[in-house]
């Protein structure tokens, strides 16, 4: 029996760690301060040395949790999104007053939910992590409770998201009715032994699971709930949902889409196609019009979702690679500008208008330093990881024929450096307002977070090789 | 098809007879209104508020609190049922799954969600 468990080990630290956090809540004397985001760190370091012992083992638990090279690849990101968020938190709970024990509990269930999304083979659990997840992210977002913004972004946030659950388990339902099975292997292989002539029935379940993961990774027209839910929530939430959730959701979406409904790509490819170019074109062309950073990067991260997209539709060794690629990239990238638009929150000011910014460099060089080689690695600028992440992305399209596709993703690559560029020159070239911006001491662990998200950038986009390689040896598991 | 005829005639029917009588009565009926007969409830008591009054909160938590624990009985029958077959593998997992709503239990109480009290 319990060698058959070796699969769910990083999923289990992640929730020990969280019952635990919730453990010591209940204990928790009003006011008293305790390290429970230290200890969800350690059920996260955890969670990372069970991976690795893991890697290139293809453990299986009970026939729906597979550890194959490509979940333990993202279950890495996530574990990495869930360290950082929890670091780059601490200075914010602390000065907005959260409940310190929810908080963390929350960001660690949610973070067990996207590992357990990542490694899922049936359709049924794939449904059961994203709840997990979905629910755990809703509070977060209005973990905030006397914030007028907050709650707003919550309730639109857990309407829209129930709905495409709704969405997704008719999915669900419609695929186990055509082909007798909620396991992808076997739905795979009754999908594989009809495509000639696919049953309607079966195109339309299709489509239902497409919606519910498009709501997920925000493409547009799924779209609308993001920046409202991005504006509102805390900016570490913020950053954590909008790498984790994307993260978790490309996972799983990669793994019905590109191997159980491979057999039907000539029906979705089309589809996906004019759904990855309108999210490009609407995250970047809203995006110009922002003046709130926290709206544009959500408009910018709507702008990634289709990128990813891209890589997902060129579906060949290359663009497989570059989705892992890409995610990882993405992730750490915009992580850490969120971590650093928490730091520079302050409890008078929101200070979220890219006007704030404005003479950071003389204030804080260094924030100014970092927050530019964030931004400029969203952009894709080289020598940063975004860029490397980028030419893969494009190069994979363009190997499997969407070269139009490929041109949109430049051109829209290429508009949105004028917002990532205008924060740079609002940083750097505008004169102090009358009130600059003045950060406290930023925390010992926040810092040690932000210098991490530096360097990973920038070796991601120096060195890239490596990373690219072990991307590339993940997808070979499952394809 | 064919069966569905007599029960689209069954529904034309149906609604031409209910507009015909209304739409008579509208029509051809004396119409002297007065605060008792457009009452809602014209032969009751007379209403002695709104309806729409705030709740409070604790009674949501409440019956949240009861949907979460009650579903254990669901999962613990089917277990004692099968109990013999699943042997000590089975019972591991239920005490887990017990330890787990335990641990909520507790949380819960500890937060004062049970607690029926005025507000401290």
């Given at each position: 029996?319990?060698?058959?468990?070796?699969?769910?080990?990083?999923?289990?630290?992640?929730?020990?760690?969280?019952?635990?956090?919730?453990?010591?809540?209940?204990?928790?004397?009003?006011?008293?301060?305790?390290?429970?985001?230290?200890?969800?760190?350690?059920?996260?370091?955890?969670?990372?040395?069970?991976?690795?012992?893991?890697?290139?083992?293809?453990?299986?638990?009970?026939?729906?949790?597979?550890?194959?090279?490509?979940?333990?690849?993202?279950?890495?990101?996530?574990?990495?999104?869930?360290?950082?968020?929890?670091?780059?938190?601490?200075?914010?709970?602390?000065?907005?007053?959260?409940?310190?024990?929810?908080?963390?509990?929350?960001?660690?269930?949610?973070?067990?939910?996207?590992?357990?999304?990542?490694?899922?083979?049936?359709?049924?659990?794939?449904?059961?992590?994203?709840?997990?997840?979905?629910?755990?992210?809703?509070?977060?977002?209005?973990?905030?409770?006397?914030?007028?913004?907050?709650?707003?972004?919550?309730?639109?946030?857990?309407?829209?998201?129930?709905?495409?659950?709704?969405?997704?388990?008719?999915?669900?339902?419609?695929?186990?009715?055509?082909?007798?099975?909620?396991?992808?292997?076997?739905?795979?292989?009754?999908?594989?032994?009809?495509?000639?002539?696919?049953?309607?029935?079966?195109?339309?379940?299709?489509?239902?699971?497409?919606?519910?993961?498009?709501?997920?990774?925000?493409?547009?027209?799924?779209?609308?709930?993001?920046?409202?839910?991005?504006?509102?929530?805390?900016?570490?939430?913020?950053?954590?949902?909008?790498?984790?959730?994307?993260?978790?959701?490309?996972?799983?979406?990669?793994?019905?889409?590109?191997?159980?409904?491979?057999?039907?790509?000539?029906?979705?490819?089309?589809?996906?196609?004019?759904?990855?170019?309108?999210?490009?074109?609407?995250?970047?062309?809203?995006?110009?019009?922002?003046?709130?950073?926290?709206?544009?990067?959500?408009?910018?991260?709507?702008?990634?979702?289709?990128?990813?997209?891209?890589?997902?539709?060129?579906?060949?060794?290359?663009?497989?690679?570059?989705?892992?690629?890409?995610?990882?990239?993405?992730?750490?990238?915009?992580?850490?500008?969120?971590?650093?638009?928490?730091?520079?929150?302050?409890?008078?000011?929101?200070?979220?208008?890219?006007?704030?910014?404005?003479?950071?460099?003389?204030?804080?060089?260094?924030?100014?330093?970092?927050?530019?080689?964030?931004?400029?690695?969203?952009?894709?600028?080289?020598?940063?990881?975004?860029?490397?992440?980028?030419?893969?992305?494009?190069?994979?399209?363009?190997?499997?024929?969407?070269?139009?596709?490929?041109?949109?993703?430049?051109?829209?690559?290429?508009?949105?450096?004028?917002?990532?560029?205008?924060?740079?020159?609002?940083?750097?070239?505008?004169?102090?307002?009358?009130?600059?911006?003045?950060?406290?001491?930023?925390?010992?662990?926040?810092?040690?977070?932000?210098?991490?998200?530096?360097?990973?950038?920038?070796?991601?986009?120096?060195?890239?090789?490596?990373?690219?390689?072990?991307?590339?040896?993940?997808?070979?598991?499952?394809? | 098809m064919q069966g569905w005829l007599s029960i689209f005639i069954m529904l034309i029917v149906g609604l031409a007879f209910g507009g015909i009588m209304v739409g008579l009565g509208v029509l051809l009926g004396p119409s002297k209104p007065s605060p008792e007969k457009s009452a809602p409830y014209e032969c009751g008591m007379p209403a002695?508020?709104d309806a729409r009054?705030?709740?409070?909160?604790?009674?949501?938590?409440?019956?949240?609190?009861?949907?979460?624990?009650?579903?254990?009985?669901?999962?613990?029958?089917?277990?004692?049922?099968?109990?013999?077959?699943?042997?000590?593998?089975?019972?591991?997992?239920?005490?887990?799954?017990?330890?787990?709503?335990?641990?909520?239990?507790?949380?819960?109480?500890?937060?004062?969600?049970?607690?029926?009290?005025?507000?401290?």
């Amino acid at each position: 029996m319990f060698n058959s468990l070796s699969a769910i080990v990083p999923m289990a630290c992640v929730t020990a760690a969280a019952i635990a956090a919730m453990t010591a809540e209940a204990f928790r004397a009003p006011r008293e301060r305790m390290p429970i985001g230290p200890l969800g760190i350690v059920g996260l370091i955890g969670a990372a040395i069970s991976t690795f012992l893991l890697w290139n083992r293809n453990a299986t638990s009970f026939d729906m949790v597979v550890a194959d090279n490509f979940g333990l690849f993202v279950t890495w990101i996530l574990i990495l999104v869930g360290i950082l968020s929890i670091a780059f938190s601490s200075p914010v709970v602390e000065r907005e007053g959260l409940p310190l024990g929810e908080y963390y509990a929350l960001m660690l269930f949610a973070t067990a939910g996207m590992i357990l999304m990542a490694m899922a083979s049936d359709l049924l659990l794939i449904f059961l992590a994203l709840e997990v997840l979905s629910l755990a992210v809703y509070v977060l977002t209005g973990i905030r409770r006397d914030s007028a913004v907050a709650t707003e972004a919550a309730m639109k946030y857990f309407l829209l998201g129930a709905f495409a659950s709704a969405f997704f388990l008719y999915g669900i339902a419609f695929t186990w009715g055509v082909t007798g099975s909620t396991n992808l292997t076997k739905i795979g292989a009754a999908i594989a032994a009809q495509s000639m002539a696919p049953s309607p029935m079966l195109l339309f379940a299709m489509g239902m699971l497409f919606v519910g993961f498009a709501f997920k990774v925000s493409a547009v027209p799924f779209h609308m709930w993001t920046p409202d839910a991005y504006e509102g929530a805390p900016p570490p939430v913020t950053g954590f949902m909008s790498t984790g959730v994307k993260a978790a959701a490309f996972a799983a979406f990669t793994r019905v889409f590109l191997a159980a409904f491979e057999p039907l790509r000539g029906e979705w490819a089309d589809v996906v196609w004019a759904v990855a170019a309108a999210t490009m074109i609407v995250g970047t062309v809203v995006g110009v019009s922002q003046s709130s950073i926290k709206r544009m990067l959500a408009y910018s991260s709507i702008a990634h979702g289709g990128y990813l997209l891209v890589a997902l539709l060129a579906g060949n060794d290359l663009g497989k690679g570059a989705i892992l690629f890409y995610l990882a990239t993405y992730a750490i990238t915009n992580l850490g500008a969120f971590g650093l638009i928490g730091l520079i929150e302050s409890r008078e000011r929101a200070n979220d208008q890219i006007s704030d910014y404005a003479g950071l460099w003389q204030q804080h060089p260094w924030l100014a330093a970092l927050m530019a080689m964030f931004l400029l690695s969203l952009g894709g600028f080289p020598p940063f990881g975004g860029f490397i992440a980028k030419y893969y992305v494009f190069i994979a399209a363009v190997q499997a024929g969407y070269t139009w596709l490929a041109i949109i993703g430049v051109l829209t690559s290429v508009v949105s450096v004028f917002f990532y560029l205008r924060v740079i020159v609002m940083m750097y070239m505008t004169p102090a307002s009358a009130t600059p911006i003045r950060v406290p001491s930023i925390p010992a662990i926040a810092a040690a977070a932000l210098v991490v998200t530096a360097v990973i950038v920038l070796y991601l986009g120096v060195l890239p090789a490596q990373v690219m390689d072990w991307a590339a040896a993940s997808i070979g598991t499952i394809f | 098809m064919q069966g569905w005829l007599s029960i689209f005639i069954m529904l034309i029917v149906g609604l031409a007879f209910g507009g015909i009588m209304v739409g008579l009565g509208v029509l051809l009926g004396p119409s002297k209104p007065s605060p008792e007969k457009s009452a809602p409830y014209e032969c009751g008591m007379p209403a002695v508020g709104d309806a729409r009054e705030r709740q409070s909160v604790k009674f949501y938590l409440v019956a949240m609190i009861f949907l979460l624990f009650d579903i254990e009985v669901a999962f613990l029958y089917p277990w004692a049922m099968a109990l013999r077959d699943l042997g000590w593998p089975g019972f591991v997992q239920v005490v887990l799954f017990m330890g787990l709503l335990l641990t909520g239990y507790i949380y819960v109480w500890r937060k004062g969600a049970l607690d029926w009290g005025a507000d401290k």
